[in-house]
């Protein structure tokens, strides 16, 4: 495991807000969805994957649990666009500053209008990427969402 706290941590801190940190092996490569939940021990609906999307220049960050699908319409109608799609993963570093399987919604190189599904609302914890592959940090959904000014919103595909 890797030491050392994460930018993501850092602003936590720098904002006085309370969270835990949750580490888990990636060595077998399972970096994604509720094999990280099932690491971390945590119920896969607390534990959520933060997905960035574009519409045209205009990028958008949505912050969904991991055992479900974005809705992207449901996103775009959230971010005001007609159409949104995914960000490609070969520019993710490039506009985040982060890596696949560490993406957290705190700390990219712009504060990007983020949207969170509203089933993290009722939730007192949810774990995201603390930054880092192999981190993940605990944190309530409302201080979550005023660190990064996101705002809660229907996201996820319904069966």
Known sequence: MQAGKTNAMRILDAKKIPYDIFS????????HGTAVADKIGQPAEQVFKTLVSHSGPNIYVFVIPVGEELDLKKAAKAAGEKKIEMLPMKDLLKWTGYIRGGCSPVGMKKLYPTYIDQSAESLEMMAVSAGRVGT???VAPQQLADT???V????IKQP
């Open 24 to 31: 888990y092996d990636h060595e077998d490569g399972q970096i």
């Open 148 to 150: 990064v000014s996101a």
């Open 152 to 155: 809660f919103r229907e996201l």
């Open 136 to 138: 993940q940090m605990g």
